[in-house]
């Protein structure tokens, strides 16, 4: 994976999936404990080419074993900063806009309180996690408002996907047990393609906000 660092060393490593970013804090460390910015919604912007303002933040807290996803709204779709507060998760982002190259690819990636690491997850990917600790506290904060009316769930083991999750038999809501498979998605439905956000100028949009 390569990565960069931004003017304060925050450290942004690439994916092989494209416009999704794993990001590194510069952490403070003395004999009190320790201090980090968890968001600069100025620098997070330009350093992860994020288009909307977050509008929603979420907690959850989540036992050992328990499988969350694989979520996404068919619109109205939400890109996501993942955060960790406590423990550690196994982390996954599944692409499914409907030009990419890399639909139906994923990603994934360990977050934990220790390395302090956070995961942008922008708009057109489902996204799930499951706890690897013994609970689990999980921030995300979202670009749009959550829409239960365009709600979906992929399924977690669906063999298209072939996802390495580190669990055999995890905890799962009814709802995600009944997760649809790739092959089922009807792609005419979902909002986002991959050109709706690579192609995104930040700096235009700073220059049209600034001019209201």
């Not at 960069?4 to 994916?15: A, F, G, P, R, Y």
């Not at 416009?19 to 350093?47: C, H, L, T, W």
């Given at each position: 994976?390569?990565?960069?660092?931004?003017?304060n060393?925050?450290k942004?490593?690439?994916?092989?999936?494209?416009?999704?970013?794993?990001?590194?804090?510069?952490?403070?460390?003395?004999?009190?404990?320790?201090?980090?910015?968890?968001?600069?919604?100025?620098?997070?912007?330009?350093?992860?080419?994020?288009?909307?303002?977050?509008?929603?933040?979420n907690?959850?807290?989540?036992k050992?074993?328990?499988?969350?996803?694989?979520?996404?709204?068919?619109?109205?779709?939400?890109?996501?900063?993942?955060?960790?507060?406590s423990?550690?998760?196994?982390?996954?982002?599944?692409?499914?806009r409907?030009?990419?190259?890399?639909?139906?690819?994923?990603?994934?990636?360990?977050?934990?309180?220790?390395?302090?690491r956070?995961?942008w997850?922008?708009?057109?990917?489902?996204?799930?996690f499951v706890?690897?600790?013994?609970?689990?506290?999980?921030?995300?904060?979202?670009t749009?408002?959550y829409?239960p009316?365009?709600?979906?769930?992929?399924?977690?083991?669906?063999?298209d996907?072939?996802?390495g999750?580190?669990?055999?038999s995890?905890?799962?809501?009814?709802?995600?047990?009944?997760?649809?498979?790739?092959?089922?998605?009807?792609?005419?439905?979902?909002?986002?393609?991959?050109?709706?956000?690579?192609?995104?100028?930040?700096?235009n949009?700073?220059n049209?906000?600034?001019e209201?």
């Amino acid at each position: 994976m390569k990565s960069h660092k931004t003017s304060n060393s925050m450290k942004i490593i690439e994916t092989s999936l494209a416009d999704v970013k794993i990001i590194e804090p510069q952490v403070f460390n003395d004999d009190r404990g320790f201090f980090y910015e968890s968001f600069q919604a100025e620098r997070y912007q330009k350093a992860l080419n994020i288009p909307k303002p977050f509008v929603q933040s979420n907690v959850s807290q989540s036992k050992q074993g328990v499988l969350r996803g694989l979520h996404f709204q068919r619109q109205q779709p939400q890109g996501k900063l993942i955060s960790i507060i406590s423990g550690s998760i196994f982390d996954v982002a599944v692409d499914l806009r409907r030009d990419s190259e890399n639909f139906g690819k994923w990603i994934g990636v360990e977050l934990s309180a220790e390395n302090k690491r956070q995961v942008w997850i922008p708009e057109g990917f489902a996204h799930g996690f499951v706890t690897l600790s013994e609970l689990a506290d999980v921030e995300y904060k979202c670009t749009d408002y959550y829409a239960p009316q365009h709600e979906a769930s992929l399924l977690w083991n669906d063999s298209d996907l072939a996802i390495g999750w580190p669990v055999k038999s995890p905890i799962l809501s009814e709802k995600d047990q009944l997760g649809l498979k790739l092959k089922d998605l009807k792609l005419e439905e979902l909002q986002v393609r991959h050109k709706d956000i690579s192609h995104i100028n930040i700096s235009n949009i700073n220059n049209r906000e600034s001019e209201q």
